[in-house]
């Protein structure tokens, strides 16, 4: 499937939120460990953190793709080669939706989503009930409400913004990133696949966890969701003007990993140049 170029952003960052709402988010330099792997949040020091040195703004690395198109390992390992926070933010959408479901709520009212995506707390983000299909499904509904974009809308802004320390930097991944919350963000990949591709390893991805999984349904669910994620009104996914495309449908993970970090790290050098 094909991706619509960007239309104008139509949310803001709200007024008054310049630190981070979350202050349990930082990692200080006594408590500083890496987030569990699989978490939605993770920071540690290392070479970009060093090179933007303190006071300079924050290096941000904006990587989006459709559902199961590698985006959110390709994030951990780049966050964590350059020394880069992270932050899945699907999860924050997922996160919405599990508590929706779990007061047998109606993903698609707005009032409920936008009361759930309020009640977020960080420790949900690792949940491993985020996971679930229901939830991926719920996750893409609540997602096409404006006034839930425009709630974690700040909460992402505000992570690019101020990364937890020791990082100097993030790595954010989703559908809008390059796009809406970091549009003036110094690296922006976009990491597609075609659907039948994504299905495959979403299949694979799921039976290694132990699920079932039909090849059929996870490539019906699939289109679905990027048919809702791609139309919708507010931030729909969409290739920024300005980001480079990754095609993995016959890349392997390292492959795209490594061409990625060329692209990091001479943009880093181009920004070391320019200090
Ligand atoms: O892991 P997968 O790629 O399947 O999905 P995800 O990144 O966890 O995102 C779950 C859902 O949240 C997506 O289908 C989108 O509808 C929504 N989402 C979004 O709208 N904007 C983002 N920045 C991130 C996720």
């Known amino acids: 499937m094909s991706f619509r170029e960007p239309v104008a952003p139509t949310l803001a960052p709200q007024a008054g939120r310049e630190s981070n709402p979350n202050p349990s988010l930082r990692v200080s330099g006594e408590t500083q460990r890496p987030a569990p792997r699989g978490s939605a949040l993770n920071a540690a020091g290392g070479r970009a953190a060093a090179r933007t040195g303190e006071g300079h703004r924050p290096f941000v690395v904006a990587i989006d793709g459709p559902a199961a198109s590698g985006k959110g390992t390709l994030a951990r390992r780049l966050a964590e080669r350059f020394g880069l926070a992270h932050l899945d933010t699907g999860a924050l959408y997922r996160a919405t939706a599990v508590l929706v479901l779990e007061e047998a709520g109606d993903p698609a009212d707005p009032a409920t989503a936008e009361a759930a995506a309020r009640r977020i707390e960080p420790l949900l983000l690792s949940d491993p009930r985020l996971r679930g299909d229901a939830v991926a499904e719920a996750a893409s509904v609540v997602a096409a409400i404006p006034e839930v974009r425009r709630t974690l809308l700040a909460w992402q802004s505000d992570f690019a913004r101020h990364p937890p320390a020791p990082a ?17 963000a110094d690296v922006k990949l976009f990491v597609t696949a075609t659907t039948e591709a994504r299905a495959l390893r979403r299949v694979k991805e799921l039976r290694e966890q132990g699920a079932e999984a039909i090849y059929e349904n996870v490539l019906q669910d699939l289109k679905t969701r990027d048919a809702r994620d791609s139309e919708r009104r507010a931030a729909p996914l969409a290739v920024a003007p300005d980001a480079e495309l990754i095609d993995t449908t016959t890349l392997d993970a390292d492959a795209v990993f490594e061409r990625a970090v060329r692209l990091i790290a001479g943009t880093l050098e181009e ?3 320019q200090q």
Request: net charge neutral.
């Open 168 to 184: 100097r930097g993030a790595v954010l991944d989703g559908r809008d990133i390059g796009t809406v919350v970091c549009p003036a």
């Open 271 to 273: 920004r070391e140049w």
